[in-house]
């Protein structure tokens, strides 16, 4: 390998970016030392096992990917803004929008996702962690070295550039050859085993670490929508996981499962990544149904309307999610019987959406709304979310579809749901689980100013493209013509996205305000809230979350022992020790080897990936010789911590 | 009041532009045949329904956001209404009446599209391979036994069934205002009627994503009256040149070509739908070796590129045209 192959060169920007990396790096090591923080960053943060913690680390890392993949999309929008634009070339285009799309789906929206829950799940059970929080350490440090693997691409060998679904043969050897393409593949791959944890980690913790009397039907609507999802992981990464092994086998050692040569079945590989992909969009998108409802509920003041018809509806999108994925190639020709069966049972899955819509309104129904930034994310989200909705139903219309399929058509609407679905989601429940996690809220003014530019910005960016689509314009191409007759609708739709990341740079901004001069909240409910989480005594939950489990008598249990005037105060006779989980750094070892062992892969340096490997297996051998119990917090220390006087 | 409504205005403003602009200005929406025809009736009678369930959910979504807000005499709270079996009921059925309507017409268009327009069911279809090579279009006239590069002519009036197949990337075969596209894919052949009622050139493309580049994979299509496609074919037949299989081979290079036209068809010594590893060994015959992106060499090999395409340009330009 030539070094003109190894550091992608030639590009001020890029340059732009080795300066960049290079001084944060200095600047963090420089901050580290001077201020003695690397004891406190190895104890406090790399060896943790706590669920609050590993859930701050993946939001923090998630805003940073969204940070990331939000330039990107500017890039690419400053590009399309006029006919025959000349800021990126083909290639340098073709690798920004792979990179948007996939650091988006797999490094932004689900660790965002996995963080929250993260933080509030064990929280709304009335749990003390996690049922495997060691797993959980691991599931946390494979995403985060995955991402990190991915990221490093665009500065050394070069991104990939075959778009997030990478279809075969565009993405063999043959076509897309050099290490771009590897580092999807071992990127996704490492950071799909944290997936997978994760996904059976909190099936487990949900099932069975539930406080007593919280049977599953008085389960808060958020823990319910991530036990759906967790199901919907574990059923479809795996498939992932088998797809990504199959390329990778084909680009380094030369078989021939989706490849031109040796009769391999490219469409294979589309029909294997849209079986995991579109579960995969229902895994970003339940969580979010999760959190509306328990924002719509808390700030309408007033019961989920319909629980029991929520949890069904659910089940039933996450069963339908795994029979629809031929809708992404309507157009491959695969007979009009396949077609109108899958055009079918996508249309179907409008029907349980459409049920939860309607339940969310009749929520706010006789309820008090009062309008804060989550619940004005929430509205925003029914209303946008919508249109993304009967879009879809439109694009579900295979006969039609052959129209929009691979427009710009399409890609709105998938903006559409994932922006007001997921995203808006996201912010809402930072906002709302905010004082949860760092004991104050976000500014509330700021944050609606947030919420208005974002909004606005987002329906200026994504509404003209429905007309881009009709009028022709093709997704992925990297310029036009000025004869299209595209440029107007385009310059409109990057204004909008300009405003969108203003409004990032504001919510960042209200985190650096709100730090500074946010008001300290005194107790555990900043919300007048309803579910467990917000049950605990003191703003931040203490490592231990429950000093004692509480007993669950009903749905919204909290709410109701505030509405009879019967919050149990804490006595000390009552404590007993708690057993807790150690810290370990091994997780975080692991995962230092797995990115030795990718890295080696992605520039095929085998002896690279052989070391890595060892280290992987021997710290997985040296975990299981490990007799590590874990500790108990004595009685005197909870007392300590909880301040309750003798 | 309109402090709490302000959530609306954009989409409602957004939705007169729509109605108001006129749909005819897009064009899917304004199509040449009895294909585009049909998807686009489908098109419009989804679009109806969608916007009476957007027009459902906001003025439902108005109405309760507005009567209860918290305010001061607030009425009507009741904090443990919980839900509703007929109004759930209700919502159940109605999305399900909404998917059945919708079901219908798709169904009978998927089936529909499948074989030549109804209209011109007793017409012999005009059969066109359409091959994409990185990134050009190989379109073969085997009855004609001629073979153009990016271009087509069609008769009007008159069904054509495209076989489409790929030498390499998967690409998809899409005349916009003729009708809905189709996967083009190495190793397998896919069929798709179109037809054109007007006389007129229309664009085509690939739109499916196939490299550096895809966004000029382009290619035109000139419907003309039944006799002027006859006389263009016999005379393609009498006047183009052969197609060799030196030249052929060249066309398998990654790279944009000018327009071409033979009067002999590649089919004779490949059909890439069943052969899939032609171009890539046609490739290894010439020497040819994909670059790693950003490397030294694939910079130059770009610059080659670009500047064959402007020689190309100029020898055109030196009157040295195509029988078009």
């Known amino acids: 390998m030539k070094w003109d192959e190894f550091f992608v060169t030639g590009d001020p920007m890029i340059y732009g970016a080795d300066v960049s990396i290079v001084l944060t790096m200095v600047g ?32 923090v890392s998630a805003v940073l990917m969204l940070f990331r993949g939000g330039v990107d999309a500017l890039l690419m929008r400053t590009q399309l803004a006029v006919p025959e634009a000349k800021f990126l070339d083909s290639q340098h285009y073709n690798e920004i929008f792979t990179t948007h799309g996939t650091i988006m789906i797999i490094f932004m929206a689900m660790p965002f996702l996995i963080g929250l829950i993260n933080v509030v799940v064990p929280l709304q059970i009335g749990a003390r962690d996690v049922a495997y929080p060691y797993l959980n350490a691991v599931s946390f ?40 393409q590897n580092y999807y593949l071992l990127g996704l791959q490492i950071a799909g085993i944290g997936t997978l944890l994760t996904g059976i980690n909190f099936l487990v913790t949900i099932l069975k670490m539930r406080a007593p009397g919280m049977t599953l039907f008085r389960m808060p609507m958020f823990t319910w929508s991530s036990l759906v999802t967790m199901v919907i992981i574990i059923f479809a990464f795996p498939i992932l996981t088998v797809a990504l092994a199959l390329m990778t086998f084909d680009r380094l050692f030369g078989s021939h499962f989706f490849t ?24 970003v998108i339940l969580p979010a149904f999760g959190m509306f409802s328990e924002i719509i509920s808390t700030f309408s003041r007033k019961t989920l309307f319909g629980y029991k018809a929520m949890i069904w509806s659910m089940l039933l999108i996450a069963g339908y999610s795994f029979l629809v994925w031929v809708h992404h190639f309507f157009t491959m020709g695969s007979g009009a019987l396949v077609n109108s069966v899958f055009s079918i049972t996508t249309m179907a899955i409008g029907i349980p959406t459409g049920v939860k819509i309607f339940n969310w309104l009749f929520t706010m129904y006789r309820g008090k709304i009062q309008f804060t930034t989550p619940m004005l994310w929430s509205l925003g989200f029914i209303v946008n979310f919508v249109i993304g909705g009967v879009t879809g139903v439109m694009l579900a219309m295979a006969a039609a579809d052959y129209q929009y399929h691979n427009t710009y058509f399409l890609v709105s609407h998938f903006h559409y749901v994932l922006i007001a679905g997921t995203v808006f989601a996201c ?100 919300w ?78 085998m002896w690279m990936a052989i070391v890595g490997l060892i280290g992987v297996f021997g710290t997985l051998i040296y975990r299981s010789f490990e007799y590590d119990d874990g500790y108990y917090v004595s009685v005197e220390e909870i007392i300590e911590t909880e301040k309750i006087s003798k | 009041m309109m402090r709490r409504l302000k959530p609306f205005l954009p989409f409602g403003l957004m939705m007169a532009v729509f109605m108001l602009s006129g749909c005819s200005d897009m064009i899917v929406l304004d199509p040449k045949g009895p294909v585009g025809e049909e998807q686009k009736d489908l098109i419009m009678y989804s679009i109806w329904f969608m916007l009476f369930i957007l027009l459902v959910v906001y003025a439902l ?97 008159r069904p054509v069934l495209f076989k489409l197949t790929s030498a390499d990337s998967m690409a998809s075969f899409w005349v916009p205002q003729l009708g809905g596209q189709k996967y083009a894919m190495a190793g397998m052949e896919t069929e798709l009627y179109l037809q054109a009622d007007e006389q007129g050139t229309y664009e085509g493309r690939n739109s499916n994503f196939t ?76 020497g040819y070796e994909e670059k790693i992106p950003h490397s030294r060499a694939a910079k130059e090999e770009k610059k080659k590129r670009e500047e064959e395409m402007k020689k190309q340009e100029e020898s055109e330009s030196h009157g040295d045209s195509h029988a078009h």
């Open chain 1, 260 to 283: 031109l040569q040796g009769a391999g079945m490219d469409m294979l590989w589309a029909n294997l990544f849209w079986l995991w992909g579109h579960p995969e969009v229902y895994i």
């Open chain 1, 427 to 526: 912010f809402a429940g930072l906002i709302y689980w905010y004082p949860k996690m760092f004991g104050y809220k976000l500014n509330e003014r700021i944050g609606k100013w947030v919420f208005w530019i974002f909004t606005i910005g987002f329906n200026v960016c994504f509404f003209p493209q429905y007309f881009l689509g009709l009028d022709g314009m093709p997704r992925r191409v990297y310029t036009y013509s000025e004869e299209s007759g595209w440029g107007p609708l385009n310059m409109v739709s990057t204004i909008g996205g300009f405003m969108m990341g203003i409004a990032f740079l504001v919510l960042v901004y209200n985190m650096y305000y709100s730090f500074r001069f946010a008001k300290r909240e005194l107790t555990g409910d900043a």
């Open chain 1, 141 to 180: 440090w494979t995403f985060f070295i995955g991402a990190m693997l991915f990221n490093i691409s665009f500065v050394i060998g070069g991104s990939p550039s075959a778009g997030w679904t990478s279809y075969m043969p565009l993405a063999s050897n043959e076509l897309s050859p050099g290490p771009g």
């Open chain 2, 211 to 286: 490299g550096e580049g895809f966004t000029d994979h382009t290619f035109d299509v000139m419907a003309m009256s039944d006799a002027e496609f006859e006389k263009w074919a016999s005379e393609t037949k009498a006047e183009a040149p052969e197609l060799t299989k030196g030249q052929y081979d060249k066309l398998m290079l990654p790279g944009h070509v000018k327009e071409m036209t033979f009067s002999s068809t590649h089919l004779d010594w490949v059909d890439h739908s069943k052969n899939a590893e032609y171009a890539l060994d046609a490739r290894e015959r010439l």
């Open chain 2, 61 to 157: 979504t108005a109405f309760i956001v507005y009567k209860y807000r918290d305010r001061k005499n607030h009425k009507g709270y009741d904090p443990d209404n919980e839900g509703s079996h007929l109004l759930e009921t209700i919502w159940w059925i109605i999305p399900i009446i909404i998917v059945i309507a919708l079901s219908i017409p798709t169904v009978k268009s998927i089936y529909s599209l499948e074989g030549p327009p109804e209209e011109s069911k007793d017409q012999k279809p005009l059969v066109i391979h359409a091959t994409s090579v990185n990134w050009k279009w190989v379109f073969t006239y085997p009855e004609q036994d001629i073979e153009t590069v990016n271009y087509l002519h069609i008769p009007e009036d």
């Open chain 1, 28 to 59: 963090i090591l420089f901050y580290l030392t001077k201020y003695k923080k690397w004891k406190w960053l190895w104890d406090e943060w790399l060896t943790t096992v706590d669920h609050k913690k590993l859930g701050i680390m993946y939001i």
């Open chain 1, 528 to 605: 007048d809230g309803r579910t467990l989480e917000w049950s605990t005594p003191s703003a931040m939950p203490p490592f231990y979350n429950f000093a004692k489990i509480p007993e669950v008598t009903g749905l919204d249990h909290f709410w109701r022992q505030k509405q009879a005037g019967k919050v149990e105060k804490l006595t000390a006779n009552e404590l007993k020790p708690i057993h807790m989980p150690s810290n370990s750094g091994v997780p975080f070892i692991m995962a230092s080897f797995f990115f030795v062992a990718g890295f080696g892969m992605v520039f095929d340096w």
